[in-house]
């Protein structure tokens, strides 16, 4: 069964910085990997999706996350924060063999400072 | 756009009592999940549909139980309410694995 870890719980970062939220994933084969963000009192909203061709994947809000199997993770990037990206981020595995469920992480809550 | 609806964003219930979480969703998708979301956990599956009158069981199915009667529908139950069951339930849709899945707004349930 595949599996995901969010390292990070809680991370502050100033409006204009640059954030990185790291993800790695456990999965025998080539994984089906998403971010979710989750604004306060919010369902998911996806970010983006990989599952094959390039490994850096541009997603929605100015946000892209890398694929990088050697190391089973796909961290999330954005170059400048805005305060309106202070939310939840969701990290999530599928499964190639399309069985259509997926396994998400704990979850990294995001703050942003002026 | 894709709508998933949860009937309720609120719910307050008593232990003990029978619950009813409602989920409709307007995509003519088979597949349909129920996850729970609690602080420091993430998400974890409950149970999943594949299609209408089937069900399967997910990651932690103890203390709930599923109906879909219809494509568009998909309910929990929670056939005794307990205070471990306090926590935001979460519905889902999905069209294949690649697709991802797509989140109603989640009803905030709790039981005291």
């Known amino acids: 069964a595949q599996s995901v870890t969010q390292p990070d719980i809680h991370i502050t970062v100033s409006e204009g910085a640059s954030l990185e939220l790291r993800c790695n994933y456990s999965y025998g084969a080539t994984p089906y990997l998403f971010w979710y963000v989750q604004s306060p009192g919010q369902g998911l909203q996806l970010l983006l999706k990989?599952?094959?061709?390039?490994?850096l994947v541009q997603g929605i809000k100015g946000f892209e996350a890398e694929f990088k199997r050697s190391q089973s993770s796909f961290n999330l990037r954005k170059p400048s924060v805005h305060w309106s990206d202070a939310a939840e981020y969701f990290c999530a595995v599928g499964a190639s063999t399309n069985d259509y469920k997926l396994s998400f992480g704990a979850g990294t809550t995001v703050t942003v400072r002026a | 756009d894709v709508k998933v609806t949860q009937s309720s964003r609120y719910l307050v219930k008593r232990t003990g009592e029978k619950v009813f979480l409602e989920c409709v969703q307007d995509m003519d998708h088979e597949n349909m999940f129920w996850y729970r979301q609690d602080p420091g956990l993430g998400l974890r599956l409950i149970y999943f549909?594949?299609?209408?009158?089937?069900?399967e069981k997910g990651d932690i199915p103890e203390g709930y139980s599923v109906s879909r009667e219809k494509k568009e529908r998909f309910s929990l139950i929670l056939e005794s309410a307990s205070t471990n069951q306090t926590s935001m339930y979460l519905c889902?849709?999905?069209?294949?694995?690649?697709?991802?899945?797509?989140f109603g707004s989640g009803t905030q349930l709790s039981v005291l």
């Open positions: 889902a849709i999905s069209y294949r694995t690649s697709s991802g899945l797509f």
């Open positions: 549909s594949y299609d209408v009158k089937m069900k």
């Open positions: 990989y599952f094959s061709g390039d490994t």
